[in-house]
């Protein structure tokens, strides 16, 4: 029976390290994706900024305050869109830092959330798996598996390798 579990194990083990080595490679392709919605946006956000100081502005923020006040409801609906792009802008560049700079569970936790389920979706669509290179990331992905291999099949173990119940087993075939 041990050695059934035994190869149980294995395979519970190969299938997760496969699947958790797909998580720093997703990741990558989600930062890319994300730097190049990035790229457009923060040239439209350095427009702002330079047509705010050539119109001396203290800053976006003020030129689009001013924006939002104006009598005209074509002015103050793109000054609301502005708003919006500013916040987009933020949240981009948090998402990056994130990707970049963050561990395995830091990078799996942000893309798993389900707020950026399109997202995922859409990174999703041009995925392609493979093996992670940097060694921080094998080396997490090797533990993750390992520690959730070992949860996995610890109440397996325990059922089955109790020694009251193996004699008792070894008794009924007698």
Do not use: C
């Amino acid at each position: 029976m041990n050695f059934i579990i035994n190869i149980f194990d294995k395979i519970v083990f190969g299938a997760l390290l496969l699947l958790f080595f797909q998580v720093p490679i997703l990741a990558d392709h989600y930062l890319q994706y994300v730097s190049g919605y990035f790229a457009a946006i923060e040239s439209q956000v350095e427009g702002f900024k330079e047509n705010a100081a050539k119109h001396h502005y203290t800053d976006a923020y003020a030129m689009i305050n001013d924006l939002r006040t104006n009598s005209n409801s074509v002015v103050r609906t793109d000054a609301e869109q502005k708003v919006q792009t500013m916040h987009e802008y933020e949240e981009l560049k948090k998402t990056i830092t994130t990707l970049q700079n963050g561990n395995i569970y830091q990078r799996a936790w942000f893309m798993f959330n389900p707020a950026r389920w399109d997202t995922l979706k859409k990174v999703g669509e041009n995925f392609k798996p493979g093996i992670p290179l940097s060694l921080n990331d094998i080396g997490f992905s090797i533990l993750t598996a390992l520690i959730l291999s070992v949860l996995l099949m610890w109440p397996f173990r325990l059922l089955l390798t109790n020694p009251r119940r193996t004699k008792h087993y070894a008794n009924s075939l007698r």
